[in-house]
């Protein structure tokens, strides 16, 4: 039986977003999303089980890390711990090549590698499906990051039909995220706080019952690779989570001037026939979308607009993997 175990695991961005769930506990989403893997961003995730007593040890981008990042991530080992019936202290390194707490959704990618090394060290095989439905466990939208490309999170009513599968994979459409970082500072309300606060939003309702045709409309535009109806969809489902936020009790307002201002340019840019939309998670910065041949054209755009502080870029990307 190995004892440790490493694995890597890409971040995703939602093009229908979770937001919201139905049950807090298992993080049962309250509706089904829909996202892309990001190739060029990763995180990689180091494991090794030691029969000890004490805490779990962690080391994120070389920080020894305790506080309630550690008791989040040993509350998830617990689950792990439970599955093998291994009784011992895991002693993790986590590394990414991109800023936590940004809104670069390091949670999903750090918790998707974590599932997997973890797993693979304490013995346990476990499938695509095991491994997404574990992965929800640590963060939503980590269940994501397991399968490969293009990926769909399947609401489900229980812990055991609620996971991730690839509706496509990366190769399938040569689509770029060009990410307009407008502030790398930390979030002050992280996405786990925001769940709970969507159902307090007189929109939230509204926003759940149209998501099957949200869905349905993306899905089909990914899988026949119609940009033009993937930004009307990925707007507006961007737009409606925003709404919810900015009219839930306290309010949410994630964007700065700068991400508005990235909003209009893009908008702008549509108008003149560029194939381009924007889509925004949990943060100011901004996700704009384009397919690879208007990629010189967008980035264009982006350069020398205020507030802009850089462009991070990628393409699809694979599900989480052992190294
Ligand atoms: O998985 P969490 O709890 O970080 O939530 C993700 C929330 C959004 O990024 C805003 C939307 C999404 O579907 O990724």
Known sequence: MPSSAVALAHPNIAFIKYWGNREETLRLPANGSISMNLAALWTRVTVEWEEREGEDHLIINGEATGGATLQRVSAFLDLIRQQSGLNARANMLSESNFPSGAGLASSASAFAALTLAATRAAGLELDSIALSRLARRGSGSACRSVPSGFVEWYAGASDADSYAVSIAPPEHWALVDLIAIVSAEHKAVGSLQGHALAPSSPLQAARLADAPRRLDLCRRAILTRDFEAL????????????????????????????????????????????????????????????????RSAVRALLEGLEGVQEVVESGPGEGARLL
């Open 231 to 294: 930004a009307a969809v990925a707007e507006l489902d961007s737009d409606m989570m925003h709404a919810v936020m900015m009219t839930s009790a306290p309010p949410l307002l994630y964007w700065q001037p700068a991400t508005i201002a990235v909003m209009q340019t893009v908008r702008g840019a549509r108008a003149r026939g560029i194939a381009v939309c924007y889509t925004i998670d949990a943060g100011p910065n901004v996700h704009i979308l384009c397919p690879e041949s208007e």
